[in-house]
Structures are given as C-alpha cells and as structure tokens.
C-alpha cells in the first residue's frame, strides 16, 4: 500500500526554500515521489493510506550522532554504569533506542557502550525483534589504562596497541572507531585538561581505520587534545571544548586550527545541548567545564560556524541529564545560544549529520528513492524552531511509528 503524507510545507533537508502545499508517496520503504498537493495523480491511488497534518510540516528524520545506550542518564550514572550487569544494560539500551525512535530520529550513532551490549541490541532493531531507528556503532571506546571511560573501553596505551583495538573493533562488526583523546567529566580522576593521546597514536587509529574503510570519532575537551586529533586526521571531533591546559583558566581557543577543521571538512559535534539541560532538571557542577562559561563557549562555536566548520548534531545521550527523547534541544540550542538560523540548525540536524555518519545516500534530505524517514512536525520549525519539539507524525523506513499524535511503538 502506498504510503501519502500532506503538510502546508516541507522541509527537504538541504536549506531550501520550503515547498508550500506539500505531498511526499512512500513506496515499498522509500520516497517515490515529492511533490505539491495539487500535483498528485490521485486516480490510481484509491488503495493509499494518506496523512494529512493541517499546519504541519514535512521534514528529514532526525540524524543522532552521539549516544551512549546503556547508560542511564540518571545523576548517578556513574554508579549504574560501574556496578550493573549486561542483562541490565541490554534493558537500558531497548529502552533507549526506543525513546530515541519515539522523538523523531530515525538515524544514530552509539559512540561508547560494550560491545556486548550494542552488537545484539543493533541486529535486533534491524530483525524488527524492538522498536529503533537505524542504527551505526562504535562498540567499545578506544581508551589508555585507567583513561576515559575505561570501565566500558578497551585499553590501548602504545600505537601498536591502538591498532590491535582498532582492528578489534573492526572484527566485532563496528560501524565507527571511537577514542577518548582525553579525559572526561563521567570518569573520576581523568584529566579533561590533558591530551591520553599523543599525535602519532591517533594517527595509527585514523590510518589503519580508513584500510578498513572505517571512520574515527574523537572525544576532546583539552585544547592540546584538539590540536593532536586535527593533526592526526581524525574525521570527527566531538565535544571539541578548547580548554586551557592551565586549571585557572578556562579556554585556549585556537582559530589557525579552526581553519584548518574547516579546510579538512572535519565534522564537530560540540554536544552544546548539555549546558541547556542541566539547568533544566537543577545539575551543578562543582568542578569546571567547558559550560562554566558559557557565553564565551557559545562565541567560540559562532566562530567555528563563521569559518566554515560543519557542526552536526549529537546529544552525548545516557550522561546525567541528556535523556534519549531529548533530541530537540539541540538544534535549539544551536539557535538561541549559537546565532544560527533555524533553517542552517535543521541542515546541521539532516543533510550534515547523515553525511558525516556517510548515509547520506540513502538518508538526511527527503528525496526520490531515499528511504522513507521522513517526520511531520506541527507548526513550521523554519520560523520557530522549538516547534521540533512537537513532532506529529514519524515514519521509518517507509514503516508509520508515530501517526497524528499516537505512538504505535
């Protein structure tokens, strides 16, 4: 049965101006054809199952670049992380995929749950066994002896070592090599200040990744961090935080890197979101970070933007406070506190992200013969975008997951 959905515009994905009045048939999964209400041949179309959303807008699925499955976002996160089972994890992550499809992304990316966890919980999205949306995995993240997230990472200190991991995570079936460049706030006592890896390091990661046509994110707050994944090739930097080696200071922003992130193409999720929701639901933070000081933080990521270094979007979901539902804010963000438009955040959101994940053939701007992920928002997010907050209807893959309102997961 053919699949038609109305809205009074769409939105494509690729910074276009809007269609008015529009119309998207999906058939057999995917998009047949996009076009305007008054366009369609409707005398062969008796058998179609049609939405029509009154004010509502036609738009690409969500594309989530940065989650962590099986963590709980909980304040104490780290506890469950640390003392719970597999079992117990593999019941976080079903929960998660499914809040995440139930926002509106229909793509993500997990950067850091164990390969135990992940693998089995991806292959049972795609067996239709739980509700999710498409999905790429890191498995384990690549982490030094005692680094970052080593309680769920594989440790690998040396060059040779980071390419056994590599290679590791390779043979495990992962979609994306993840390295903690540095260290984090989730982990006691790492250094947030301070590169675990040195250039040459990552660059064994980068270049025995792209033998096996593989990607490397990179976790980085320290600015030397930044600086050594930039020099080794990494193609995309998360978090990318700038913070001063000096723990009175707070950023060492480097612009000739920055220009050089923008020549390379290097993709930047900042997780700029985080900040935003830790006010919402009351979190302190006692020690400092990159949001200690947030409006500097925020001029930084415009001046990123102004030279050219494309932003895609990722919540770093399962840390304290960033829920899986909670996509939305992000692109938010991005236009409240980054100065963006609303059209430039929903690119970022769509067309950028799924060319970074490299699915952006087959997904991230509403086209014929793209898979159908395709969601209807009410009102119009190109003039208010907290209005992706309020998604109507959501399709996956040409299947209806949430239809005029109702969940059907």
């Not at 739980?130 to 040396?158: K, Q, S, W, Y």
């Not at 700029?272 to 409006?295: K, S």
């Not at 907290?386 to 309102?405: D, F, M, W, Y």
Request: proline share 4%; aromatic share 4%; glycine share 10%.
């Amino acid at each position: 049965m053919r699949l038609i959905l109305k809205a009074n515009r769409l939105i494509d994905g690729t910074g276009a101006v809007p269609i008015e009045n529009a119309a998207i048939v999906v058939e057999d999964g995917r998009i047949s054809e996009v076009t305007q209400q008054d366009k369609l041949d409707t005398g062969d179309r008796d058998d179609s199952d049609v939405i029509d959303v009154s004010g509502g807008t036609l738009m690409p699925g969500f594309i989530e670049v940065h989650t962590h499955i099986h963590c709980s976002a909980q304040a104490d996160a780290y506890r469950h992380i640390t003392t719970e089972s597999d079992e117990v994890f593999l019941m976080r992550g079903v929960q998660a995929v499914r809040a995440v499809l139930s926002s509106g992304v229909t793509t993500m990316r997990d950067l850091g749950s164990r390969n135990q966890v992940i693998f089995p919980l991806k292959q049972a999205v795609e067996d239709g066994i739980v509700p999710g949306p498409r999905m790429l995995v890191a498995g384990t993240p690549i982490t030094t002896t005692g680094g970052h997230c080593n309680m769920f990472g594989t440790e690998a200190d040396t060059s040779d070592e980071m390419v056994t991991a590599v290679r590791g995570q390779f043979k495990s079936g992962a979609d994306w090599i993840k390295v903690m460049s540095t260290g984090g706030g989730f982990t006691p006592g790492t250094n947030v200040r301070a590169p675990q890896y040195p250039v040459e390091t990552l660059r064994a990661a980068v270049q025995d990744a792209e033998r096996l046509n593989l990607r490397v994110a990179a976790h980085c707050h320290a600015s030397a961090g930044v600086r050594n994944c930039v020099d080794a090739g990494v193609h995309n930097l998360i978090h990318c935080s700038w913070l001063d080696e000096d723990p009175n200071g707070m950023f060492d922003y480097d612009e000739d890197y920055a220009d050089r992130l923008a020549e390379a193409g290097t993709w930047v999720d900042p997780t700029l979101a985080l900040g935003r929701l830790n006010q919402i639901r009351g979190r302190v933070r006692t020690t400092g970070g990159p949001m200690r000081d947030p409006v500097r933080r925020f001029e930084i990521l415009r001046d990123m933007w102004d030279r050219g270094v494309k932003f895609v979007t990722g919540m770093d979901a399962g840390m304290t406070n960033a829920n899986f539902d909670d996509f939305a804010y992000i692109p938010q963000v991005m236009v409240e506190d980054m100065r963006i438009s609303p059209m430039e955040a929903i690119v970022c959101a769509t067309q950028t992200s799924a060319d970074c994940l490299g699915v952006l053939d087959e997904t991230g701007t509403l086209e014929a013969g793209k898979a159908a992920d395709i969601l209807i928002i009410d009102g119009n997010p190109a003039e208010d975008i907290a209005t992706l907050h309020t998604v109507n209807t959501i399709v996956k893959q040409g299947t209806v997951v949430k239809r005029e309102g109702e969940l059907l997961i």
